[in-house]
Antibody
Framework: QVQLQESGPGLVKPSETLSLTCTVS????????WSWIRQPPGKGLEWIGY???????QYNPSVKRRVTISVHTSKNQFSLKLSSVTAADTAVYFC???????????????????WGQGSLVTVSS | DIQMTQSPSSLSASVGDRVTVTCQANYDIRKYLNWYQQKPGKAPNLLIY???NLETGVPSRFSGSGSGTDFTLIISSLQPEDIATYYC?????????FGQGTRLDIK
């Protein structure tokens, strides 16, 4: 059974960089897309971006200038870095596995079939 | 960005009721639509993929339909454990976007 677990600081100061790691167990990083999704308290879901196991990335334009998602295949992990955070970045951050589906050309990411439990990150001084 | 609009935003229903949630995209997303269930304090759980396919392990009382811009999630006979918030999600275009959610509770 595939399991994902987020880890990282729960409190980050404004203007600093939020860093989270997602460790994948029970399955391989290879062959899938790996995403970060966040949910501000009491609000809906926002996709942040994904990294394909081969290393290519796509980001939400809302955070594109501040975000880096990387894959660390040898450790079966992937990570999120979000710079210059503000209170608006306070949220529960989920890591999730994206399934690979056929696209018009090649493959694309479909739904998210496995999720971590979520990690609350608060931005506050 | 493709905007996903769910309705209603919230609804109350009785055990055994048939429940319908709709999701509308502001652009043709073909069949590239998934549905999730999220219970309080938990991660979302994939229910339906590609608009109408039931994810493994999901009860058959859940079903999905639609294509293009209009999609529907149906719970054929509401059970107490179905109390949750439901989200649709499109993956036709990046950025991936979610609906705002439909909160379902028991009347």
């Amino acid at each position: 059974q595939v399991q994902l677990q987020e880890s990282g600081p729960g409190l980050v100061k404004p203007s600093e960089t939020l860093s989270l790691t997602c460790t994948v167990s029970g399955g391989s990083i290879s062959g899938y897309y790996w995403s970060w999704i966040r949910q501000p308290p009491g609000k809906g879901l926002e996709w942040i971006g994904y990294v394909y196991y081969k290393g290519s990335t796509q980001y939400n334009p809302s955070v594109k200038r501040r975000v880096t998602i990387s894959v660390h295949t040898s450790k079966n992990q992937f990570s999120l870095k979000l710079s210059s955070v503000t209170a608006a970045d306070t949220a529960v951050y989920f890591c999730a596995r994206g399934v690979v589906v056929p696209g018009a050309i090649g493959v694309i990411m479909g739904g998210f079939d496995y999720w971590g439990q979520g990690s609350l990150v608060t931005v506050s001084s | 960005d493709i905007q996903m609009t769910q309705s209603p935003s919230s609804l109350s229903a009785s055990v055994g009721d048939r429940v319908t949630v709709t999701c509308q995209a502001n652009y043709d997303i073909r069949k590239y639509l998934n549905w999730y269930q999220q219970k309080p304090g938990k991660a979302p759980n994939l229910l339906i993929y590609d608009a109408s396919n039931l994810e493994t392990g999901v009860p058959s009382r859940f079903s999905g339909s639609g294509s293009g811009t209009d999609f529907t999630l149906i719970i054929s006979s509401l059970q107490p454990e179905d109390i949750a918030t439901y989200y649709c999600q499109q993956y036709d275009n990046v950025p991936i976007t979610f609906g705002q959610g439909t909160r379902l509770d028991i009347k």
